[in-house]
């Protein structure tokens, strides 16, 4: 099994910025792919970015530009780099880990995630 847990969500004004981090537990498989989603009240759950492990990374049109996936394998931790934030970037953001590489087909694809995190919430005001 594996644990992955949030951090560094918090509240900000709008064109601020914020690192999230996401780690897990243990080294998950050499073929990964480690994604963020956000749901925010009465919405949906998005996919905003994605990274695997053969260093592909996707991103969702809203957010391309101004958030940054990134990941140390050293230290098994997922990152997501946000600036120029606007409110509505508001959401609760979760990482989410799935043994198998991402492709643009299938990334935001929910279901197909076997991990997931308690998620961080990301507040941004006007």
């Known amino acids: 099994q594996v644990q992955l847990v949030e951090s560094g969500g918090g509240s900000v004004q709008a064109g601020g910025s914020l690192r999230l981090s996401c780690a897990a537990s243990?080294?998950?498989?050499?073929?990964?792919?480690m994604a963020w989603f956000r749901q925010a009240p009465g919405k949906e759950r998005e996919g905003v970015a994605a990274i695997d492990s053969a260093g592909f990374t996707y991103y969702a049109d809203s957010v391309k530009g101004r958030f940054t996936i990134s990941q140390d394998n050293a230290k098994n931790t997922l990152y997501l780099e946000m600036s120029s934030l606007k409110p509505e970037d508001t959401a609760m953001y979760l990482c989410?880990?799935?043994?198998?590489?991402?492709?643009?087909?299938?990334?935001?694809?929910?279901?197909?995630?076997?991990?997931w995190g308690q998620g961080s919430e990301v507040t941004v005001s006007s």
């Open positions: 243990r080294y998950i498989s050499s073929k990964v792919c």
């Open positions: 989410a880990a799935r043994m198998a590489y991402c492709y643009s087909a299938s990334w935001r694809q929910t279901d197909s995630f076997a991990y």
